[in-house]
T-cell receptor
Framework: DVKVTQSSRYLVKRTGEKVFLECVQD?????MFWYRQDPGLGLRLIYF???????EKGDIPEGYSVSREKKERFSLILESASTNQTSMYLC????????????FGQGTRLTVV | DQQVKQNSPSLSVQEGRISILNCDYT??????FLWYKKYPAEGPTFLIS?????DKNEDGRFTVFLNKSAKHLSLHIVPSQPGDSAVYFC????????????FGQGTTLQVKP
């Protein structure tokens, strides 16, 4: 059974803290994604990685950075958390193989206070 | 610049009737389209996809139609069931590029018994 696992379901952090969200996939996928979901805005792409140490900015990268040192792990970093980063964060992975969809983790609900 | 748009935030249908969810896109480079279903506090799950070389793909009660000239796709659910009540996202990818997935804003479907 394919699996994308996010390290936390719920997180509460203080403004200004450095926050790490971890994601691990066991499918040997090349591509990994970080999205955030907000009401009325859908899923917005923060960062995308298509290989180890390779990354590409999505639509809303400001205030975030990412790290992909190993193929199976993709980390999202909030350098200095702010209240407008309170959101549901979703990690996904996919393969280059034709017809292969992206698989999502269960999500991390982050609240910045 | 919203490349994938779902203009109906919500849809309500009666059990047993057809549900039609719509999606428009602007990027002519997109050649692979997907629909995802999401329940609250869970990650999205893949539903059905279609390649740009096709205009229809069917899987059980779910059918996706693609009109490339209009840059429009739709998801038909027949017959609708109360368990189909969820948020539905369409997504698009230019697989010849990096396989980056871009999502729409989502449509909340409510199927009434």
């Amino acid at each position: 059974d394919v699996k994308v696992t996010q390290s936390s379901r719920y997180l509460v952090k203080r403004t200004g803290e450095k926050v790490f969200l971890e994601c691990v996939q066991d499918m040997d996928h090349e591509n990994m994604f970080w999205y955030r979901q907000d009401p009325g805005l859908g899923l917005r792409l923060i960062y995308f990685s298509y290989d180890v140490k390779m990354k590409e900015k999505g639509d809303i990268p400001e205030g975030y950075s990412v790290s992909r040192e190993k193929k199976e792990r993709f980390s999202l970093i909030l350098e200095s958390a702010s209240t407008n980063q309170t959101s549901m964060y979703l990690c996904a992975s996919s393969s280059w193989t034709e017809g292969t969809e992206a698989f999502f983790g269960q999500g991390t609900r982050l609240t910045v206070v | 610049d919203q490349q994938v748009k779902q203009n109906s935030p919500s849809l309500s249908v009666q059990e047993g009737r057809i549900s039609i969810l719509n999606c428009d896109y602007t990027n002519s480079m997109f050649d692979y389209f997907l629909w995802y279903k999401k329940y609250p506090a869970e990650g999205p799950t893949f539903l059905i996809s279609i390649s740009s070389i096709k205009d229809k793909n069917e899987d059980g009660r779910f059918t996706v139609f693609l009109n490339k000239s209009a840059k429009h796709l739709s998801l038909h659910i027949v017959p609708s069931q109360p368990g189909d009540s969820a948020v539905y996202f369409c997504a698009a990818s230019a697989r010849s590029n990096t396989g980056k997935l871009i999502f729409g804003q989502g449509t909340t479907l409510q199927v009434k018994p």
